[in-house]
C-alpha cells in the first residue's frame, strides 16, 4: 500500500511558478511510475506529467517546456515544477503511482495508475 500527500499548491498571478511536491510512504518508491494529473472545475481529469522508475519522462502538450517532473527516491517525493503559469493551468493537481508495469504508451492514462493523492489546488489569476 502506498499514501500519497500532496502540497504546494496556492493562489498566483499568470506568468509566476509554483513546485508541487508528492510524498510518498513506502519502501519501494523507487520502483514506482509517477504521475501528475489535474482537474479544473467542469471538466474531466487529464494528464499533466509522468516519470517512470528508470527516470523516463512523458509530458502533455499542453504543459511541455513549461512544467518539469522530477523525483528524489531518497526523500520518496516526486515534484512538479511549474513555470510561465497561465490561468488555464488553474485545477486540482493530483499525484498518482503504479509499479511501473506499462509501457510508455499508456502513462497518460489514468486508469493503470493504482494510488492518488488527495489532490492540492493550483489557481492562477490572470
Known amino acids: 500500500q502506498v499514501q500519497l500527500v500532496e502540497s504546494g499548491g496556492g493562489l498566483v498571478q499568470a506568468g509566476d511558478s509554483l513546485r508541487l511536491s508528492c510524498a510518498a510512504s513506502g519502501r519501494t518508491f523507487s520502483s514506482y511510475a509517477m504521475a501528475w494529473f489535474r482537474q479544473a472545475p467542469g471538466k474531466e481529469r487529464e494528464f499533466v506529467a509522468a516519470?517512470?522508475?528508470?527516470?523516463?519522462?512523458y509530458y502533455a502538450d499542453s504543459v511541455k517546456g513549461r512544467f518539469t517532473i522530477s523525483r528524489d527516491n531518497a526523500k520518496n517525493t516526486v515534484y512538479l515544477q511549474m513555470n510561465s503559469l497561465k490561468p488555464e493551468d488553474t485545477a486540482v493537481y493530483y499525484c498518482?503511482?503504479?509499479?511501473?508495469?506499462?509501457?510508455?504508451?499508456?502513462?497518460?492514462?489514468?486508469?493503470?495508475?493504482?494510488?492518488w493523492g488527495q489532490g492540492t489546488q493550483v489557481t492562477v489569476s490572470s
Open positions: 516519470i517512470r522508475s528508470g527516470g523516463s519522462t
Open positions: 498518482a503511482a503504479d509499479l511501473d508495469l506499462y509501457g510508455d504508451s499508456r502513462r497518460q492514462l489514468d486508469l493503470i495508475y493504482d494510488y
